[in-house]
């Protein structure tokens, strides 16, 4: 995608990554594929602590949805039976190294049940599934899987739907605005630039799911004005584009592990390992609320290391070649709190190469994400020490909000219609025929990667949607 092409501004003080994927597919043909449901202790969250509204839905009111998804995608991993972090439909799990056993094994010794090391839970296949065959850990995903053995939109759910033979997909159409009828109150549909001609045209529906991303959808709903909606569409609630988060990131360690140099790893699992929220969990941590998880996992450094060592010559190259020491990392991913003050808006002065009018982004980290990450670099070092690391080498990474890929909020679900946009089937107080699934649809951000969550709304929501058209409620 070309920024150039589609801009947006933010403060200098106030940096924000906005990293997107305008093509088809979107960025399920770029993501890292973990998967991790949230409970109760999410979405309870709110309610709890004051922070946010509260969310108008419960763990159970998804959990049949999480199901569905799973099995429709194929996620691989362990059941580990903990209150935090609900279990799944899990293909098999792939496999620990035996460095990362290892730690597993001593972090239980040393924290029992309250820290679990596992494998992280990621939508790629172990086994054929679906009609897509199992991983055979190559390793360079980025580069897309031919085999179609992770999720993306290209190897599953478009596949799917043009087997129905009712898809018509339509690239390069970039959508401007909901083209609101305000003699039925209702979505009549959207207005939509051709990317390459730059035609105008509007293609109606009887039902209107955004599903932009989370900020390119409350943009649209942004643009969407008219002498009904002069602050954008469905915003009686004044909520539109506020309370955006993203996760912060970045606060660590990383350790050598001896004792293991005989061992080596044989192909490239394109997974890592999961350490599970542990922080506010079961008792009050002081200093911040709500908590944070890690990924990482064990190698063994090789070629790259080779700017890190001195050497020369044939002797050196070949010293490359064999394996180097085994180091093990932990890398914390955390909550970030729901604060109105985080928002996007219209821009007046910047517009995209198609005239659309870009955002402005205000968004900044609070003492509570700093203190999640300073906690996360001690609890990272102290895991390490307890798994008899050496060289141990704490962190604190200084990230821009957005730079971890996870934006969300800012059209969010609530229980009233005067504090949030939409109700709890993803549906627009304002207009029942539009509904908004993607991560803008968030009350808070716990700490999993949330996409899995997005499609999980978004199937209920769907669901619902058909469930009232039959029923001509809709
Ligand atoms: C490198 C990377 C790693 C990631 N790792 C993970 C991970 O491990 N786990 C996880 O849960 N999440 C991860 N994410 C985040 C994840 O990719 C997103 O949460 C997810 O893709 C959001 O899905 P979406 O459909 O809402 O948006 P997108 O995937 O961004 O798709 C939006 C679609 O809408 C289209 N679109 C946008 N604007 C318009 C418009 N105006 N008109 C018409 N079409 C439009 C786009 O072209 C695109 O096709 C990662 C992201 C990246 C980039
Ligand atoms: S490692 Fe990645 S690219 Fe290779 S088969 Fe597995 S999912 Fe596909």
């Known amino acids: 995608?070309?920024?150039?092409?589609?801009?947006?501004?933010?403060?200098?003080?106030?940096?924000?990554?906005?990293?997107?994927?305008?093509?088809?597919?979107?960025?399920?043909?770029?993501?890292?594929?973990?998967?991790?449901?949230?409970?109760?202790?999410?979405?309870?969250?709110?309610?709890?602590?004051?922070?946010?509204?509260?969310?108008?839905?419960?763990?159970?009111?998804?959990?049949?949805w999480y199901d569905y998804v799973e099995r429709f995608v194929g996620v691989s991993g362990q059941a580990e039976n903990l209150r935090q972090l609900p279990d799944g439909v899990f293909l098999p799990p792939m496999s620990l190294n035996c460095v990362e056993s290892a730690v597993r094994d001593r972090l239980g010794a040393r924290f029992g049940r309250e820290r679990v090391l596992t494998i992280g839970r990621c939508a790629i296949l172990t086994q054929d599934h679906g009609g897509r065959a199992a991983c055979h850990?190559?390793?360079?995903?980025?580069?897309?899987?031919i085999t179609g053995s992770y999720f993306s939109s290209l190897s599953s759910t478009l596949p799917a739907a043009q087997r129905t033979d009712r898809l018509t997909l339509r690239p390069d159409s970039v959508v401007a605005e909901v083209v609101y009828d305000a003699a039925t109150g209702r979505a009549r549909g959207v207005r939509v630039i051709d990317a390459n001609t730059g035609e105008d045209f509007e293609v109606r529906a009887r039902l209107v799911f955004l599903c932009a991303s989370a900020l390119e959808s409350t943009r649209i709903l942004l643009n969407s004005?008219?002498?009904?909606?002069?602050?954008?569409?469905?915003?009686?609630?004044?909520?539109?584009?506020?309370?955006?988060?993203?996760?912060?990131?970045?606060?660590?360690?990383?350790?050598?592990i001896e004792g293991f140099d005989d061992?080596?790893?044989?192909?490239?699992?394109?997974?890592?390992?999961?350490?599970?929220?542990?922080?506010?969990?079961?008792?009050?941590?002081?200093?911040?609320?709500?908590?944070?998880?890690?990924?990482?996992?064990?190698?063994?450094?090789?070629?790259g290391r080779g700017s890190s060592q001195p050497g020369f010559g044939a002797e050196f190259k070949a010293s490359l070649m064999r394996p180097g020491p085994w180091s093990m990392s932990f890398y914390g991913f955390g909550e970030c709190l729901p604060r109105p003050w985080n928002f996007v808006a219209i821009d007046a002065d910047k517009r995209d190469r198609w005239g659309i009018p870009a955002l402005r982004i205000q968004c900044a980290w609070s003492d509570n994400e700093r203190a999640i990450l300073k906690d996360a670099s001690l609890t990272a070092a102290e895991m390490l020490e307890a798994a008899g690391a050496k060289?141990?080498?704490?962190?604190?990474?200084?990230?821009?909000?957005?730079?971890?890929?996870?934006?969300?909020?800012?059209?969010?679900?609530?229980?009233?219609?005067?504090?949030s946009v939409l109700n709890a089937w993803n549906q627009a107080w304002d207009v029942p025929n539009l509904f908004v699934t993607d991560g803008a649809c968030m009350a808070s951000s716990a700490n999993q990667n949330p996409s899995i969550t997005y499609m999980a709304l978004t199937a209920r929501a769907v669901a619902h949607a058909v469930e009232l058209t039959k029923r001509n409620e809709l």
């Open 391 to 419: 060289d141990i080498e704490p962190y604190i990474e200084d990230n821009p909000p957005g730079l971890t890929i996870h934006e969300m909020g800012t059209a969010r679900m609530g229980r009233d219609p005067r504090s």
């Open 225 to 256: 004005r008219s002498a009904r909606w002069p602050d954008g569409l469905a915003n009686s609630s004044g909520e539109l584009g506020r309370n955006l988060m993203d996760h912060c990131m970045g606060g660590g360690a990383a350790g050598r």
């Open 1 to 64: 995608m070309n920024d150039n092409d589609n801009p947006y501004t933010f403060a200098e003080s106030s940096p924000f990554s906005w990293i997107r994927g305008r093509q088809v597919g979107g960025r399920s043909i770029m993501w890292g594929r973990q998967v991790y449901r949230w409970s109760d202790l999410d979405f309870e969250a709110n309610l709890r602590d004051g922070h946010g509204t509260d969310w108008p839905i419960r763990y159970a009111d998804i959990a049949p």
């Open 137 to 145: 850990y190559c390793g360079p995903c980025e580069r897309g899987c």
């Open 263 to 303: 061992h080596a790893t044989f192909g490239r699992r394109p997974n890592g390992i999961y350490v599970p929220r542990f922080r506010n969990v079961s008792t009050v941590t002081p200093g911040f609320e709500r908590g944070y998880a890690f990924q990482g996992g064990a190698s063994r450094s090789g070629w």
